[in-house]
């Protein structure tokens, strides 16, 4: 099993930053891509960054050149940079944690709140 704690969410007006942490513990070999997804209200959940523990990243379309995604494989943990922010990017974000090669090595944190004001 693995556990997932996010911290860093909060208030913040549009063009402002926030930095999201997750941190990870327990069976850490059996994961090996950390992602950030996201879900605002009425919508489903999004993926917005991905990082593979050789360090290849992914971003969704909507946050490339503002959002960047990395990680300290020494602290378990992933990081989130969000720059730029807009108010459309108010949502649940979530750290995700997986194997890509099993199904059943996928975890979840409890998801921190970021809010966007105009």
């Known amino acids: 099993q693995v556990q997932l704690v996010e911290s860093g969410g909060g208030l913040v007006q549009a063009g402002g930053s926030l930095r999201l942490s997750c941190v990870a513990s327990g069976t850490i070999s059996s994961i090996n891509t950390m992602a950030w997804y996201r879900q605002a209200p009425g919508k489903q959940r999004e993926l917005v960054a991905r990082i593979t523990n050789g360090g290849s990243t992914n971003y969704a379309d909507s946050v490339k050149g503002r959002f960047t995604i990395s990680r300290d494989n020494a602290k378990n943990a992933v990081y989130l940079q969000m720059n730029s922010l807009k108010p459309e990017d108010t949502a649940i974000y979530f750290c995700?944690?997986?194997?890509?090669?099993?199904?059943?090595?996928?975890?979840w944190g409890q998801g921190t709140q970021v809010t966007v004001s105009s």
């Open positions: 995700n944690a997986y194997n890509v090669f099993r199904a059943d090595k996928n975890y």
